[in-house]
T-cell receptor, first 118, second 114 residues
Framework: DSGVTQTPKHLITATGQRVTLRCSPR?????VYWYQQSLDQGLQFLIQ???????AKGNILERFSAQQFPDLHSELNLSSLELGDSALYFC?????????????????FGEGSRLTVL | AQTVTQSQPEMSVQEAETVTLSCTYD???????LFWYKQPPSRQMILVIR??????QNATENRFSVNFQKAAKSFSLKISDSQLGDTAMYFC???????????FGAGTRLTVKP
């Protein structure tokens, strides 16, 4: 158990709809990452938050948005869904220290939310 | 921007044998960390091994070890005494503390054959 919780584990919806994926990071971790993994593909970095602020943005579509709340949980919102959005969406957390050291940089992954768009 | 390249989409090895997975990366940073993650059929991402760039000594974790060549920007994973449970996708990853932006390679699918 990594300590990162993602809900829902599975989600089936239709094209054009909107969904929200939720992530609770490990206790004490300030940084949250979102990744998309399509079938048999690598992990595509979407976005990263650190202590409520957006820190880095990857290949995230304009139809997607995310935020990190004061209690450090994060939500990924996917709207106007298309068939190609079907994927496993991972959340990961880390301490997020800029100075490194200790277990700096190590990401702890949730079990993922599997989204199927029909 | 950092990039991570895994040039072996698939590999196989006989049980109890040794296999090496390759990874190269590109960065202008001097302080960074490298990782190998394992993703078994359950799709859970599991950390296998971690290497700090400022350490010359190669990291080892039981049957797993790395060959870190900083000048060549190479970071290969060696699995000794391969076990059936090692069958999984293996992802090489890079992160620099300056931006904490972790990037992954495309992965190598490893099959351990009995």
């Amino acid at each position: 158990d990594s300590g990162v919780t993602q809900t829902p584990k599975h989600l089936i919806t239709a094209t054009g709809q909107r969904v929200t994926l939720r992530c609770s990071p490990r206790s004490g971790d300030l940084s949250v990452y979102w990744y998309q993994q399509s079938l048999d593909q690598g992990l595509q970095f979407l976005i990263q938050y650190y202590n409520g602020e957006e820190r880095a943005k990857g290949n995230i579509l304009e139809r997607f948005s995310a935020q990190q709340f004061p209690d450090l949980h994060s939500e990924l919102n996917l709207s106007s869904l298309e068939l190609g959005d079907s994927a496993l969406y991972f959340c990961a957390s880390s301490v997020g220290s800029r100075t490194g050291g200790g277990r700096a940089g190590e990401l702890f992954f949730g079990e993922g939310s599997r989204l199927t768009v029909l | 921007a950092q990039t991570v390249t895994q040039s072996q989409p698939e590999m196989s090895v006989q049980e109890a044998e040794t296999v090496t997975l390759s990874c190269t990366y590109d960065t202008s940073e001097n302080n960074y960390y490298l990782f190998w993650y394992k993703q078994p059929p359950s799709r859970q991402m599991i950390l296998v091994i971690r290497q700090e760039a400022y350490k010359q000594q190669n990291a080892t974790e039981n049957r797993f070890s790395v060959n870190f060549q900083k000048a060549a920007k190479s970071f290969s994973l060696k699995i000794s005494d391969s076990q059936l449970g090692d069958t999984a996708m293996y992802f090489c990853a890079f992160i620099a503390p300056i931006n904490n932006d972790m990037r992954f390679g495309a992965g190598t699918r490893l099959t351990v054959k009995p």
